[in-house]
């Protein structure tokens, strides 16, 4: 499986984005999903992740209620819309997938390449 994440970019504080995570391959939905990032000089922190069917999604507190993970197996796509922006949720984001994968990044086999995503205050 390989994964394209798109979508980053330059927003102001309070502003919106939704960043995409396309998978190639025909065993996506077998895959459970995750987001995860890694701002400048911190490690990679767990943001959310999403069941094969999209039916259970869990959240890093920090972004809870502002952060929605979807997909759409029809279209092997991962999407996490991204509310209420602010300036600590910089970074380059990264989805990943893997039958097991939930919280934690050791639990995915697969990863994105990242998409920057800069909140501005």
């Known amino acids: 499986v390989q994964l394209q994440a798109s979508g980053g970019g330059l927003v102001q504080a309070g502003g919106s984005l939704r960043l995409s995570c396309a998978a190639s391959?025909?065993?996506?939905?077998?895959?459970?999903m995750g987001w995860f990032r890694q701002a400048p000089g911190k490690e990679r922190e767990f943001v959310a992740a999403?069941?094969?069917?999209?039916?259970?999604?869990y959240y890093a507190d920090s972004v809870k209620g502002r952060f929605t993970f979807s997909r759409d197996n029809a279209k092997n796509t991962g999407y996490l819309q991204m509310n209420s922006l602010k300036p600590e949720d910089t970074a380059v984001y990264y989805c990943?997938?893997?039958?097991?994968?939930?919280?934690?990044?050791?639990?995915?086999?697969?990863w994105g390449q990242g998409t920057l995503v800069t909140v501005s205050s």
């Open positions: 999403i069941s094969r069917s999209g039916g259970r999604t």
């Open positions: 990943a997938a893997g039958p097991n994968g939930w919280q934690r990044g050791n639990q995915y086999d697969y």
């Open positions: 391959g025909r065993t996506f939905s077998s895959y459970n």
